[in-house]
């Protein structure tokens, strides 16, 4: 079971540490009751490949790594594994986990795409899984006067992020300005430390 986790603060965190030779203190926590867990990081940067230790409690673990762009959403991966132990993949909690390092956000896939094209033909609601924690919501409502459509679109459950417009014209070209602002609006929720 999936208990503590690496948040975004600590990912874009361990982006910056990954290229440095110190040693760096950090917490995991609990999503529902924000238990805490402090280790600490050694990070060794060298021409190639990078040496990282991590101390939890009286425990050390060592990872080398090849420098690259992913390296810190790997080290995440082992820190997680770390404290909570082995994916089990017969656990159903541990299949919705995905590491770190093969998380792909802003998946518009063909399927979606197919679906969104169907809704400016018709209007209406659709939830679209794009890689992210939360669906992001396409509302798109035909006005009868002129050939358009108003959208809204939105991601995120507490304060969400959202897109409201109305654009005019063929199915074709409502359905290319849709798309671009599904584009834009999945850049924004993408979280920093995996836009690199």
Known sequence: MIKYKIDNRTLQLLNAQVNLTETFNHVLRTAPKRECLAFRLKAERGTVESTFVVELGNERHTL???NDKK???????????IANGPLDPSSTSDVVHRPHADRQYGRFEVQ?????FELVQTGGVLSLDMGFDLPLHVAL?????RSGV???LSIGNKSPNTRCFTVYGSNA???GKVTESINHLATAATPSAHAA
């Open 141 to 145: 409502h035909r006005t009868h006067t």
């Open 150 to 152: 108003t959208a809204i």
């Open 64 to 66: 080398t790594l090849q």
């Open 71 to 81: 390296m810190h959403l790997k080290l995440a991966d082992f820190i997680e594994e």
């Open 112 to 116: 979606a795409k197919q679906r969104v």
């Open 173 to 175: 070209e409502i359905y």
